[in-house]
């Protein structure tokens, strides 16, 4: 996979070609910072949202017509079935595309900066053969079991709109279903409504074929992984299934004055915590998990000579570092390097997915040389 990228801050052209591990090198103020941002952005949650809530809206300028066709059959036939491998092969690396071409209207808010414009800034992606395959493989592990009602549940009123597709099948169905054949929902509203829905499901599901997650390690973790963790909710049914690229813009006001991947990167500490609670399922239910779960003990035990977890407390969670037997100690008394590697020990132990990608800002920082 290559991403281009021109005029973007110190970039004037660059082209990345996407790996299993890719690093940046070069001087302070070189735009290694901003490129590695960007494409988080692109793949991550960020981007997408922005581009369908646009597309919803009819201000991109460009519309699926294969998309409109089988909405359109939902709406006059109450069900519908897509393709969605074809779908996939054929319009995955327009979506990027799609979304790469809007990025810019919205990177400032991203980067959080009111003084850098990113009008002349372009980006653009190139699938290649492997890319196709792998999304494609990618794409028959995803379940999906989503659905809403519009109107009010048990009247003449309701009417639930679903999307179903079963783990290793190419097939993603969207069905209606009514309390009553005489519904007095405008025919406006509902239209709407289930066009944003199936908008929404298939593209997402296009998104996390690419990259089921995109977590970002800034650097700022050092600071804010010292933050004190919100009140200990146990996950409804709905909320347990959602990945914390679902949650990445749900914060507290108190955080809308932060860059978006400062606000990504607390919510995916967040979403640790919250993975706490069900993580011994998923390791039955995804093998690969172990892998990351290895990985983690590895960097506590190699690196950081300790065991960084959870700790409940009076209902709620703390994160404690454990440097031997019967010793534990708050993050914020702990070395510098304990703070650089809590929050990458948490991600894989409770967070990481196959298929993710991660960014990383500065992962040497605050490394003592023999790390």
Not at 145 to 173: C, H, P, R
Not at 183 to 195: A, G, M, T
Not at 264 to 269: E, G, K, S, Y
Request: charged letters at 25%; proline letters at 4%; a negative charge.
């Amino acid at each position: 996979m290559k991403i281009k990228i021109s005029n973007l801050g110190m970039i004037k052209n660059a082209e990345i070609e996407l790996k299993p591990l890719t690093i940046f090198m070069g001087d302070n103020g070189t735009g290694k910072t901003w490129v590695a941002y960007t494409i988080a952005a692109l793949f991550g949650g960020y981007g997408y949202e922005k581009y369908l809530e646009a597309y919803l809206e009819g201000k991109t300028g460009f519309k699926f017509e294969v998309l409109e066709e089988k909405i359109q059959t939902l709406l006059e036939e109450g069900s519908v079935t897509i393709d969605f491998e074809k779908f996939l092969i054929d319009h995955a690396e327009k979506l990027i595309n799609e979304v790469a071409t809007f990025l810019p209207q919205c990177l400032d808010t991203f980067m959080a900066t009111k003084r850098v414009s990113f009008e002349n800034t372009s980006i653009s992606v190139e699938f290649g053969a492997d890319s196709i395959s792998t999304l494609v493989e990618t794409s028959k592990r995803i379940k999906i079991t989503a659905g809403f009602s519009i109107g009010k549940e048990g009247t003449s009123s309701s009417l639930s709109v679903n999307a179903l597709k079963k783990k290793d099948s190419e097939e993603l169905y969207f069905y209606t279903t009514s309390e009553s054949k005489d519904s007095s929902i405008p025919s406006e509203v509902k239209n709407i409504e289930i066009k944003k829905f199936v908008t929404s499901v298939l593209f997402r599901t296009i998104h996390r074929s690419i990259f089921t997650n995109t977590p970002i390690f800034p650097t700022e973790r050092t600071t804010f992984i010292t933050l004190p963790l919100p009140a200990r909710r146990e996950p409804t049914k709905s909320s347990s299934k959602r990945s914390f690229s679902d949650r990445q813009e749900n914060n507290n006001d108190s955080e809308m004055f932060l860059s978006v991947p400062v606000r990504h990167f607390l919510a995916m500490v967040k979403s640790s915590m919250g993975r706490f609670f069900d993580r011994k399922k998923e390791r039955q239910d995804e093998s690969k998990i172990n892998n990351f779960i290895k990985l983690s003990d590895f960097l506590q035990n190699e690196i950081l000579l300790g065991n960084i977890d959870f700790e409940e407390h009076h209902g709620s969670l703390e994160i404690l570092y454990s440097p031997e037997k019967n010793t534990n100690l708050e993050l914020n008394i702990s070395s510098s390097m304990v703070k650089e590697l809590a929050s990458l020990s948490l991600y894989l132990k409770y967070v990481a997915n196959p298929n993710d990608l991660v960014v990383i800002d500065e992962p040497e920082m605050n490394l003592h040389p023999a790390a």
